[in-house]
């Protein structure tokens, strides 16, 4: 029975090993990790006096950058509430009013695009600012759009590849780049997430093409696809 059991589980390891490896071809790649040393310091700065001039401590006074102060629990005579109920904005008080939760709700948004300030401008991996099709992409699409692009790049076809690592926001530069390309393409591994933010946000006619059968995409297919496009 241990000499069956032993047999049936090698057996089953096959396709595992196979599937694996198809993963690791066109989904993911080896990176260097920084040794602690080269990583670059992350400095805090937390608020240790009272930040108004009534002598009044603001808690959720935001800076330039709509970010609120950090108070180290227990500092004295910076005490103030915590927690998932809703706060009035500054003073930190909880507030159930109608116009608040309108100001905080807008803030708070406005705070996540104010992140595009400080995040690096979007740019073609591959081709050119101005092509005939540009190739959209995200996460575990990059291996084979990069590949398909690049074949195709070498036998004189018009086309780019620009792979996004932000979404929420997206670079400041996004949209006037998309203006650049005739046509855009959206491979994705889902039913067209990115497609949606993309038309919605910069009104860019862009073209889905969606893949969702558990299988990578391949660089003939991509290729096909963009070749009907050109």
């Excluded at 904005?89 to 807008?106: A, F, Q």
């Excluded at 004189?156 to 926001?169: E, S, T, W």
């Excluded at 297919?221 to 070749?227: A, G, P, V």
Aim: charged share 25%.
């Amino acid at each position: 029975m241990a000499y069956e059991a032993c047999r049936i589980s090698v057996e089953h390891m096959t396709p595992v090993i196979l599937l694996t490896d198809g993963y690791i071809a066109n989904g993911s790649e080896p990176w260097l990790f920084p040794t602690e040393d080269k990583l670059a310091k992350i400095s805090v700065k937390f608020l240790d006096k009272i930040n108004s001039e009534n002598d009044v401590l603001l808690p959720y006074k935001r800076n330039e950058m709509l970010v609120r102060p950090w108070i180290k629990p227990g500092t004295k005579g910076l005490e103030h509430r915590i927690g998932g109920l809703e706060k009035q904005n500054e003073t930190g008080n909880v507030s159930y009013d109608p116009k608040n939760h309108e100001t905080m709700t807008k803030l708070r948004a406005a705070k996540i695009e104010k992140i595009a300030d400080y995040i690096p401008l979007a740019k073609p991996d591959s081709g050119k600012e101005k092509a005939k099709v540009l190739v959209l992409g995200w996460g575990s699409t990059a291996g084979s759009i990069k590949t398909a692009v690049r074949e195709l790049i070498a036998d004189g076809n018009d086309v780019a590849h620009i792979h996004l690592k932000y979404i929420n926001p997206f670079p400041k530069n996004l949209g006037e780049l998309l203006k650049g390309y005739e046509k855009v393409l959206i491979p994705e591994m889902n039913c067209g997430q990115l497609l949606q933010l993309i038309r919605a946000k910069y009104l860019v006619p862009a073209i889905g093409f969606s893949k969702v059968q558990g299988l990578p995409f391949t660089t003939p297919e991509l290729k096909q696809k963009i070749k009907e496009l050109l």
